[in-house]
């Protein structure tokens, strides 16, 4: 079935410095991906998509790369921030209706 | 972007009675809410994919007599956890697929922590 996994549970930076967040997964047919920021108590928030015709997409801060070969997506944020500091999924589109499959998640903490 | 509310936001109960947490769309009209659980320090994972005006699809492994979905209208859908034990305490989350747009984005409501004790 598919999976979807990250390969850091833990991420600690310097503020200013760039985060990059992976994840792997195992559906080769997957075709839309998403990265989700939760903080403590919170619903995930969108932060940015994909999909698979693309192998980058850049938003604010942010850039999402997708590599289909090795079926390998990650995140990175320039100059982080504190406010960055909170868990991190990555999401794939499963079943029919459009519901998502989520990875394991990434604490990403910055330290000022 | 499109807004998703849920109430309550934290709920006490004690074992054996049931708690009815309300999922709404506020901006938009939703045929296709989904319904998630989440134990401290994992992940996110899906309950049930509920649609308007019919019966909910339940995944594998998730009593759907312990925990009923109503999809009453485009923008409302319910969670009751019948019977609520201490092993139903969890952090329970909706989402609303926003058919506007692409019709992919899917917007979470802030959660609702349930502790039965």
């Known amino acids: 079935g598919e999976s979807v996994g990250l390969h850091l549970p833990t991420l600690s930076v310097q503020e200013g410095d760039n985060s990059i967040i992976n994840c792997a997964y195992s559906?080769?047919?997957?075709?839309?991906f998403i990265w989700y920021k939760q903080e403590s108590g919170k619903g995930p928030q969108f932060i940015i998509d994909?999909?698979?015709?693309?192998d980058k997409r850049q938003g604010q801060r942010v850039t999402v790369l997708l590599n289909k070969t090795v079926k390998h997506l990650s995140l990175q944020i320039a100059a982080t921030q504190p406010g960055d500091s909170a868990v991190y999924f990555c999401?794939?589109?499963?079943?029919?209706?459009?519901?998502?499959?989520f990875g394991k998640g990434t604490k990403l903490s910055v330290k000022p | 972007g499109a807004v998703v509310s849920q109430h309550p936001s934290r709920v006490i109960c004690k074992s054996g009675t049931s708690v009815k947490i309300e999922c709404r769309s506020l901006?938009?009209?939703?045929?296709?809410m989904f319904w998630y659980r989440q134990f401290p320090k994992q992940s996110l994972m899906l309950m049930a994919t509920?649609?308007?005006?019919?019966?909910?699809?339940?995944e594998q492994g998730v009593e759907k007599d312990k925990f009923l979905i109503n999809h009453a209208s485009l923008t409302l859908s319910t969670l009751t956890v019948t019977s609520a034990h201490p092993e139903d305490s969890s952090f329970y989350i909706c989402s609303a697929r926003d058919p506007r747009g692409s019709g992919n984005e899917q917007f979470f409501g802030p959660g609702t922590r349930l502790t039965v004790l």
């Open positions: 559906n080769s047919a997957s075709d839309y």
């Open positions: 509920s649609n308007e005006g019919s019966k909910a699809t339940y």
């Open positions: 999401a794939t589109r499963g079943g029919s209706q459009g519901n998502l499959i």
């Open positions: 901006d938009f009209q939703a045929t296709t």
């Open positions: 994909i999909r698979s015709n693309m």
